[in-house]
């Protein structure tokens, strides 16, 4: 997928566009299939495993209930690659910078709509129970939790030919955003080499094909790598435990953190919108109120939320490491780059800094 993107910059993103379109539509398909099964229907199919799978949810109480599932939907869409992705290509689509946030805002819309009738969709064929009980029965690693939390295994379970045609199709939901990614990743590590944050070979653009073709290659590099240490060696359970710890590190120092920053600016009166100083404040306010209930739910239930075991403290400490180490990379990259006459603390303000 990354070596399209390479040979063609267009024909990567008409790909990530056609795969998602074709996503999309089974995604939502399966949505509506559910939506007009009857519950005696799929619990009759799953029978014993069903039976089972609602008595282990008699075994756990999970704080949050269905506030805490649909702020991880919200969560999963401001994170989902097809929000992001009109920031990182809106220099390439020729159109104005109210373009892009259009594009932000429509899909951060779209993309919970779409998650929030999946998941209710689910909810109502399945029931809630089900799925407290399947993620009971994952988090302590009974029988086939694993298996049963998964949406398009429940499709496959009901052994209707649409439901397994349909499971068959899930293989695209997690593919699609992936051809995005591919697409996000090699504009991040260009912007960083042209911030000259990274060597500058990564900001080289083919004049034929109008891909970063080196920043495309350092990810393929990178890709396999981590394809072998997930899959051929003794490391892949922490790597595991690393993608798992990802979503708690975008809670709480990315988001969290954001609003934290825009607080301080907006009570010190740094201001860039046309907006009344006290209704930015009590709007962060709000916001940070709001993830905060999600991040409490998250550190104390990472077995549910997570799908990972540890303390509060300890999470909170795995979390900050990344930041703490790329602290510890820009300082001594800003130490380097100084004595070359590049003021690598102007990146934001010129472009290339020096």
Known sequence: ????????A????TRFAAISLIALATFMASAIYVLSLPRSFIEGVLGSAYIETVSEASKVSVTGGLYGLFGMVAFTTAVWAYVNYPVTIGSEIRRDKLTALLGVISMFVLGGLFFTIFIVAFLKGFGLSFYVGA?????????NGFLLINPA????LLHTPLSIALAYSSVLWYIAPVTGVIIQVSRYLLAFSMDRALPRALSYVSLR???????????LVITVALMYILILTPFSSALLYAID????????????????LALIMHVRGITKLGVDRKALIALDVIYLAVLSIFAYYWLTQPQYYLFISGNPLQLL??????????LIIFIVTDYIRS???????????EIPPE
Do not use: C, K, W
């Not at 004595?339 to 303000?349: A, C, K, N, S, T």
């Open 1 to 8: 997928m990354i070596l399209v993107n390479i040979v063609s």
């Open 10 to 13: 267009r024909a990567g993103r």
């Open 135 to 143: 993620g009971y029965m994952n988090a302590n690693g009974v029988d």
């Open 153 to 156: 295994v429940d499709l496959a």
């Open 209 to 219: 094909t109008h891909s970063p073709v080196v920043a495309h290659l350092v990810d």
């Open 245 to 260: 710890l990802d979503a708690l590190i975008l809670l709480i120092f990315t988001f969290i953190a954001s609003i934290l």
């Open 317 to 326: 400490a795995e979390s900050s490491a990344i930041f703490v180490i790329g």
């Open 339 to 349: 004595r070359q006459g590049i003021p690598l603390r102007l990146v934001y303000m």
